[in-house]
């Protein structure tokens, strides 16, 4: 089919429909569904003719951490060929390959339906109106990212005679239970709901399919597994992220101007920090130490920044500068530091709204069945072989930035409660792994307790931000900075628009607004619906690495959450003796 189907958002792409990801469009003109694989980044290049510079998307830092040469943004407008302009799309295969007819409910593959005069859509020729045929509902999946048709013609155990069978999916009562694959020739049937049970289809291997890319793998030993082919467990996106920064040395070299000389002078580093505490500390605008201020002055004088190796921690130390005393119009990150409000000190070091930001979003592939949770799976490929490019998108936007203590956060992260609790969640999480069958090294890193604190604080934060700041929680997204050095969190919002938003987010630093905002959110996370089911961790499942968690509390949108709502504890946050905010409720 050469035909445009349909338009999807760029966004979307990244997220939501990229190759491997089912999709279903309205044709134009007849209304009829027709649904498709979007196809893999060879496709898209063989559709863009060459003229992909107009998408090019560059983000120097992520380029070096993916090994690509740049990125491509989903291809929109127009080409030229033979002179006439022709539109610049993504390609999508027809799939599932079987489709029934609404009124026989017979159904067959595409091959065997009767095309329209324009040849887009497909129609039943023995029902009376011609009807449009539709998708079957049901796809196999695996593992290891493979997709194939449900096996229609094994599946069923005919009669014996049954030469020329004739299958027909109808309804005969609610649910997949009273959804019966029959044949009109032998009047055999049998429910789909049996296709649903661990042993659904057992004479069944994996077909390697994968008609993204155009083939079959072959070897492949995962048991297939049959879902509804919109069901979320189909695709789930593998994506790398990085904020846009300015060059930090910059506002960095400005910070120390005055002293540059005397620290190049100083090659001794004992001496050169006694020399930054006794002349640069008393003025210094900033929660850095002696020792970190040096540090930066190493990687400034040696051109090395990291970047390459770490972008959340230059992120980190970025988002800890008040970028508004520069050039606000050239500034790419707008970041304005804001008072800490008094009853938070000590507990929170640093606030600052986040009045622009740019953020490139990379897709560098996909999972099924499970979506990524704690470590790093072997992603499905999104193309045959491997190419000097990734598809991504630019948002721009704008967020609420904030860090925790870092002194009080190492002294509470060694208390022998906390200690212990969160050695009872790893042993939690390995007995489950292995009661899966998996085979696991050790714990994920997202499994401690500063993690889990941040990720708990982000969601309750974005959960609270939602009522007060215009913004529904689907629309705002979490980037949690947790490290030896590290324990803050951006809680921003960003669209494909280069205008970016309206500012209601990062409004809402604003030291009377933030106060109010912090202990709102905790306060809405001491208790639960669920409890004490929640509270004591027994709603849990013990593969995502939560504790005192679910739905009806802490979980947000899978949109919002880096971690697929994995590694969570309101426990940790301001619902029982391990809180870190314990103080708060005094």
């Known amino acids: 089919m ?21 999709v279903d469009f309205r044709l134009p003109g007849s209304g009829a569904l027709l649904s498709g694989v979007m196809q893999g980044l060879e496709a898209w290049e063989a559709y863009t003719k060459g003229g992909y510079k107009q998408d090019m998307v560059r983000e120097p830092r992520l380029e070096a951490l993916l090994g ?4 491509r943004a989903p291809p929109v407008g127009t080409y030229l060929k033979d002179g006439q302009k022709r539109d610049r799309v993504l390609p999508i295969e027809r799939f599932p390959d079987w489709l029934s007819c609404p009124e026989c409910h017979v159904i067959n593959r595409s091959g065997q339906w009767a095309p329209s005069r324009n040849r887009d859509s497909l129609h039943c020729g023995q029902c009376r109106g011609k009807p449009a045929v539709v998708p079957v509902r049901f796809v196999a ?6 997709l194939d048709d449900f096996p229609w013609t094994s599946w069923l155990t005919h009669e014996l005679g049954c030469s020329r069978p004739v299958l027909a999916l109808k309804s005969v009562g609610a649910g997949i239970g009273g959804l019966l694959l029959t044949c009109k020739s032998c009047g055999a049937g049998r429910s789909m709901a049996e296709a649903f049970s661990p ?36 695709y789930f996106s593998i994506e790398e992220s990085a904020i846009t920064l300015p060059d930090w040395k910059v506002s960095f070299r400005e910070k120390i101007a005055d002293f540059i000389d005397m620290l190049d002078f100083l090659d001794d580093e004992e001496m050169r920090i006694a020399f930054i505490v006794k002349k640069i500390l008393p003025t210094w605008d900033g929660p850095d130490s002696a020792e970190e201020i040096a540090r930066r002055f190493r990687e400034m004088k040696e051109d090395n920044s990291g970047s390459e190796g770490d972008l959340r921690l230059d992120e980190f130390r970025m988002l800890l500068t008040d970028t508004s005393e520069f050039d606000e119009s050239a500034m790419i990150l707008l970041n304005r530091q804001q008072p800490v409000p008094p009853t938070l000190t000590g507990m929170i070091s640093w606030i600052s ?10 897709l560098t592939g996909f ?30 936007g704008e967020g609420v930035f904030l860090s925790l ?11 022998p409660d906390v200690v212990s609790h969160l050695a009872d969640l790893i042993q939690t999480y390995m007995d489950s792994a292995r009661a899966e069958g998996k085979q696991v090294d050790g714990a994920p890193q997202q499994l401690n307790a500063r993690y889990m604190l941040i990720h708990t604080l982000a969601h309750a934060l974005i959960a609270r931000l939602s009522l ?30 280069a205008d970016g938003t309206m500012g209601g987010l990062s409004r809402q630093a604003r030291p009377a607004r933030m106060e109010q905002l912090v202990f709102q959110a905790l306060a809405d996370h001491e208790l639960c619906s669920a409890d004490p089911l929640c509270s004591e961790g027994m709603a849990r499942s013990g593969s995502n690495g939560n504790h005192a968690a679910c739905h009806n509390c802490v979980f947000l949108p899978e949109t919002s959450c880096e971690a697929w709502n994995g590694f969570l504890d309101r426990s940790l946050l301001s619902a029982g003796p391990l809180s870190f905010f314990k103080s708060l409720a005094e």
């Open 141 to 146: 999946i695996c593992e290891n990212g493979h």
């Open 199 to 234: 042993k659904g289809i057992p004479k069944h291997k994996c077909g390697g399919g994968r008609p993204w890319l155009g083939g079959r793998q072959s070897g492949c030993e995962a048991a297939p597994r049959i879902t509804q082919r919109g069901a979320s467990n189909v």
């Open 405 to 415: 203590d870092l002194d009080a956060v190492s002294a509470w992260e060694r208390r």
């Open 68 to 71: 690509v040469d740049h990125f």
């Open 367 to 396: 999972t099924r069945l499970k979506a990524q949770v704690g470590g790093k799976p072997d992603a499905v490929p999104l193309s045959r072989s491997g190419l000097s490019w990734l598809p991504a998108v630019a948002m721009h």
């Open 2 to 22: 050469s035909k445009n189907v349909g338009s999807i958002r760029r966004s979307q792409i990244i997220s939501t429909f990229g190759p491997g990801a089912i």
């Open 468 to 497: 007060d700041s215009g913004y529904s929680s689907s629309a705002l997204r979490e980037r949690l900075y947790v490290g030896p050095d590290m324990a803050g969190l951006l809680i921003y919002t960003s669209t494909p628009d």
């Open 353 to 362: 709204s986040v009045e622009r930001l740019r953020e490139v979003r990379a």
